[in-house]
Structure formats: C-alpha cells, structure tokens
C-alpha cells in the first residue's frame, strides 16, 4: 500500500471483532498501511471528541476510511463510561464534515432467501443524509389564529403564503432543503451508480409537493444531463424517477440490482424495510460516500451492545462479523482502485469470495441459522467463523 487507510476503531462487541478480523483476516495477508484513530468511547471522552473530528479530516485528505461501529452515548452511557459530555453521533459528526450520502446494501447469498419472492440481487437504498424533518421545527397551536410560511430575504424581499387558518387546535410543521445539499446528494448517487454499475432509481412526491419534491425532481435531472448522461448511455445504465408509490409497487415487483435513492425519511424508513426483507441486520454493509469522492465504509449495525454483556460474563458469543468484514474488503478495494493496486483490488475481492465460501458450506453464526434453506447450517462461534474464512482465504490466495 502507498497511501494509508483511515482506521477508525470502535466500541463493544464490534470492537473485540475488529481485533479479530485485524489479526486473522487482514494482518497476516496485506501490508497494511493504516492510520489509526481510536473512537472508542473512552478516548472520544478523553479527548473531546477531537479524535472523530481528526478522523474525518484525515478522510478527506486521503480518501478512504473504514469505520467500527461506535456507541452514541444517551444518560445511562454517560453513567455507564462517566463522560464528561454527551458527545454527539460519530456518524453525525464525520457525516457533517464529509457532506455524503449513505448507501446500504444487504449481503446476499443462495441459502437465504429474501422474503420478496421476486428479489434476486441486493437492493442498494441510497438515503439523502440532510434536512427535510430531521431539521424541522415545529409548533403545537391551541387557539384558533392564521398559521403563515414567511420568507425574509436578505434583500428585504418578503414572500408570505397562509398554510392554515385555525378554528381551533392543531399542529403545524416547517422544514427545508438547499439546492447545494441535493445537488451534492444527487452527484454521490450517479457516481456511485457508474462505481458499481447499477441503474438509478429515484422517487420524491412531486405531484402533490409541486414546488419541495419538484425541487429534487428538477435537480436530478439537471445534474444527470449535465454530468452523467454520456457515461451512462456508455455503460447501459439508466437513470429512471417515478413517484414514490409508484417505485415502491415497482420495487416489490422488481428482480433488485438497483440503486434506489431516497429522500431523507423515505431512506430511513425503507433502509430498514428492505433489510429486513433480505434477511438480518448482521449482512447489511454501508458506506459513506461524499460529492468529492471521499468514501467511509461501515456495517450498518451497531455494537451488539447485548453480546458483549455475555462476552463479559466470559459467555461464548456468536456474533456475526459479515458486514464488518465488508467494511475493510469495500474499503481496502477502494484504496486498489484509487492507487492502482490490483493485488488489493484482488485481496478485498477475495476476503469477500472466502467469506461466501464459508456460508455457502453452511458455517454460520447464531443468527443466520434459522434463515438458512438447502443447506444443514453449522453454528459457530465468532472465533470459529473467522477462522474459517481464514482457511479458506488461505487457500485462495495461494
Ligand atoms: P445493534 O448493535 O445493531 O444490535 C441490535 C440487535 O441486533 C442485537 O442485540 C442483535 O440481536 C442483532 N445484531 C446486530 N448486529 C449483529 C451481528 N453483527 N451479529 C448478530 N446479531 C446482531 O443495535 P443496538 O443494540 O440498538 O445499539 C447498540 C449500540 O450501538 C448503541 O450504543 C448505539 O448507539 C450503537 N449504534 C452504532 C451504530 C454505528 O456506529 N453505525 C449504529 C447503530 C447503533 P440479538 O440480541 O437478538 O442477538
Ligand atoms: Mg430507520
């Protein structure tokens, strides 16, 4: 490796797994160049969050990262870890700086079967990270009164329109979007569609929304003509937008194998729908990518906070380890394609191939077990798992 790779280190169950695949899955098979941050919750405390704030810089400088899950402190973590601070979501802050969009996407494999008959490749849903109601205010109304959306310029233009006159109590709701945000949410989508060669869907409800949705509607458009239309047209890829009832029916009815890019609720309810559907939350991998080209790979999980009370108990643990795995084989690629590496390129390729060599003989952890059809499962332990990929890596390189 020429240029390092952002390790950012976590919490928990994942943390101990981390380890693992270090030592037994990478280490002993890449000479790893990595730059390491520690996101643990302990040393995000000791330094105040500086090191998630370092992390991200350091993406943004060399490109790629490969991100553990982390604990988001609440009152009893602060309690649990005696934190100085509710420090914020590491996902948050590294989001934030690296302005990108999130794409999840389920690992699959022959012996589990999706609960939608018709899916036959992974679905990847592509989810716009900012505003819409996750920056919304708003505002419980008890009397009857004239509820208004007002504009102020900083021209001293002012819009004003009435969304309700009230004869009694009620709610009301304001948010908002910026083109920028779009624009850069609609560039992540295209790149990553020429990336992995995969169509585009989007979905918005402009037939109701004429002026909000039509706005992301009009941006995508733009965005596509202008940019990527030729690549597309190249790759025989296709950029197609339908309503959101529509894609939804559609996607039900659809063989998969497509990105799907969501607005920012849309994404959050149907990343888990779609999940589900294919099976467990243990195979689903993300990955942050930003407009400029910056990529942070992740599992979509969390730290298993429930297994690693029994780890502690010195209980044996039988936690799956699959999506972080692919969180270091996604991003070690990355790092082959960007520097020109076909051996790391191969590597991540075949971690990923000894991995499905591993599931497809029935060797699972506790939690595909009752998934699996065709084939008489093995329960294993998360030690034992890893070890039998490493097997089988071995033998694949050679
Ligand atoms: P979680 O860690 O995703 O785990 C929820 C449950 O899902 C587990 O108890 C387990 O079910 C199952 N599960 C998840 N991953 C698994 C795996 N790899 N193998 C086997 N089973 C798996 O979510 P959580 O318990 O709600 O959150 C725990 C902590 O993670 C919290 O502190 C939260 O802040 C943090 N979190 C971080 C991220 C991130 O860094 N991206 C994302 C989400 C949550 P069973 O108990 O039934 O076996
Ligand atoms: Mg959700």
């Not at 969304?163 to 990553?192: P, V």
């Not at 936690?319 to 996604?330: D, V």
């Not at 952890?365 to 059809?373: G, R, Y």
Request: glycine share 8%; hydrophobic share 35%.
């Amino acid at each position: 490796m020429t240029t390092p790779l952002v390790e950012m280190d976590g919490d928990e169950m994942t943390r101990i797994l981390w380890k693992m695949i270090k030592d037994e899955l990478i280490l002993p098979f890449v000479d790893l160049k990595a730059e390491y941050y520690d996101l643990g919750l302990v040393h995000r405390d000791e330094t105040n969050d500086q090191v998630t704030i370092d992390s991200a810089e350091a993406t943004k400088k060399y490109g790629v990262a490969v991100k553990c899950a982390t604990i988001t402190p609440n009152a009893q973590r602060m309690d649990e870890y005696k934190l100085h601070e509710m420090w914020k979501s590491p996902n948050g802050t590294i989001r934030s700086i690296l302005d990108g969009t999130v794409f999840r996407a389920p690992i699959t494999i022959p012996s589990i079967h999706p609960s939608v008959k018709s899916w036959e490749k992974p679905i990847t849903i592509a989810r716009h990270a900012y505003g819409d109601v996750y920056k919304g205010v708003e505002l419980r109304v008890n009397e009857p009164g004239t509820a208004k959306l007002v504009f102020e310029g900083a021209s001293g233009k002012k819009e004003e329109v009435v969304i309700q006159e009230f004869k009694g109590e009620g709610i009301i709701q304001g948010m908002h979007n910026t083109d920028k945000s779009i624009r850069s949410f609609a560039h992540s989508c295209f790149k990553f569609a020429l990336d992995t060669n995969q169509d585009v869907w989007f979905s918005t409800k402009d037939t109701i929304s004429k002026k909000y949705d039509a706005r992301f509607r009009e941006i995508f458009q733009e965005v596509f003509e202008k940019d990527y239309e030729e690549e597309f047209n190249k790759k025989g890829l296709e950029y197609f937008y339908t309503l959101i009832d529509d894609a939804v029916a559609r996607v039900i009815r659809s063989k998969g194998g497509f990105i799907w890019a969501c607005k920012n609720y849309d994404g959050d309810v149907m990343s888990d729908m779609v999940s589900t559907a294919f099976g467990s939350l243990a195979m689903m991998s993300s990955v942050l990518v930003s407009p400029d080209g910056n990529y942070e790979y992740e599992a979509a999980h969390g730290t298993v906070t429930r297994h690693y009370y029994n780890y502690l108990k010195g209980q044996e643990t039988s936690t799956n380890p699959m999506a972080t795995i692919f969180a270091w084989s996604g991003a070690l690629r990355k790092r082959g394609e960007l520097d020109n590496l076909p051996e790391l390129i191969n590597f991540g390729n075949q971690l990923e191939g000894a991995c499905f060599d591993t599931l497809n003989e029935g060797i699972v952890t506790k939690d595909l077990v009752n998934l699996m059809e065709g084939v008489t499962p093995t329960q294993v332990n998360s030690a034992g798992f890893i070890g039998a990929i490493r097997e089988r890596l071995a033998k694949r390189l050679g």
